[in-house]
């Protein structure tokens, strides 16, 4: 037992293994809804907005294209339609609206932030893949049948380059924060950063973003900072949701190489714990993309289900959708 702590101390693992505060039952595959959804084999792909409706729940399968689907439940989901995808060229979605994150204010209005990849490089105009990426807002007047095309809300300090390269603000959720009257937004540039904005619509210009300790620079063109206590894991994709049994928030995210998930948990939005690890990537395989629900992806209690894509092959884009039981422990 001795010699396995001190392993775990050299690898940095030591704190997460004995503090671990949660424990997960056996991974499930989450089949696709009827009729075909084209995004199924490459999903997830971000984070996934749970809505609870009439008895039962609506879901957004983000991608390229967006859909929303309803069911009982994630494993009976049908009638998925979508409902925002690829702006035309020239605008800042060209290459697609990954729909990440969505609130119901009334039964018609609904406010949506999407992840927008901007695909065209002036030196490559057939650039088809490689993404500058920045964060918007949209709006539905139809309980989320509709949407309109949004306006960037978050955008990188560093100008798009003309070749293409991967880059910007994007990789993100969004939580409204009810005690301080706020939203805040958990994205990557390379390392996890925040911002947060007070206005209820969450409009452009609105936005500020964490900077050398204090919510500081404009949304719009900004300079970030790292969030301090998960620097020593560099990743993307944060799914933020307040835990009603921990009386916490609780954060999880994929780092980059290798491809883990981690976990961490917040009192107040702004400082956090240091990353647990919660699964580790073995063999070939890449593990991203992980999500927390309970009654929705903005909240949870001791039981809730932990949803991330698994990819068999790290080479290749295809994965499958799991979703397995976590239950939290004091």
């Known amino acids: 037992m001795k010699y ?98 969505v609130f119901p204010q009334t039964r018609k209005k609904w406010l949506g932030f999407y992840h927008a990849e901007d695909h065209e490089f002036a030196d490559d105009p057939t650039s088809t893949f490689t993404a500058w990426k920045s964060i918007a807002l949209t709006r539905s007047n139809d309980g989320g049948k509709t949407w309109e095309k949004g306006e960037q809300i978050l955008t990188s300090a560093q100008v798009k380059p003309t070749e293409p390269q991967w880059g910007g603000n994007g990789d993100f959720c969004v939580v409204w924060d009810k005690k301080k009257r706020r939203w805040m937004c958990f994205y990557q540039e390379t390392f996890l950063c925040m911002a947060t904005s007070s206005d209820p619509e969450a409009k452009a210009g609105t936005w500020k973003k964490w900077f050398k300790g204090s919510f500081s620079e404009p949304g719009l063109g900004g300079k970030n900072w790292a969030i301090p206590e998960l620097y020593s894991e560099p990743g993307g994709n944060p799914s933020v949701h307040w835990n009603t049994w921990l009386k916490k928030w609780v954060m999880v995210w994929h780092s980059w190489e290798p491809a883990n998930i981690w976990l961490s948990t917040s009192d107040d ?62």
């Not at 997960?24 to 696709?32: E, H, K, N, R, Y």
């Not at 995004?39 to 997830?44: L, S």
């Not at 879901?59 to 494993?75: L, N």
């Not at 593990?287 to 903005?298: N, R, V």
């Open 4 to 101: 396995i702590l001190l392993i775990l101390m050299q690898t940095g693992l030591a704190t997460a293994a004995m503090a671990q505060s949660w424990t997960l039952d056996a991974p499930q595959i989450v089949p696709a809804p009827a009729p075909e959804l084209p995004i199924y084999p490459y999903f997830p792909d971000g984070h996934i907005s749970v809505i609870p409706q009439w008895g039962g729940l609506q879901m957004v399968w983000a991608g390229s294209t967006s859909y929303i689907s309803k069911g009982p439940d994630i494993f009976h989901m049908s009638e998925a339609r979508p409902v925002l995808a690829a702006g035309e060229k020239g605008s800042i979605d060209n290459g697609g609206a990954w729909l990440y994150s």
């Open 269 to 330: 939005l702004e400082n956090w714990t240091s990353p647990q690890l919660v699964l580790v990537s073995e063999g070939e395989e890449k593990i991203w993309y992980p999500t927390i629900f309970g009654d929705s992806d903005q909240k949870a209690g001791k039981d809730a289900w932990l949803c991330y894509s698994r990819q068999p092959d790290k080479t290749k884009y295809e994965r499958e959708f799991i979703a397995r039981r976590i239950h939290f422990k004091k």
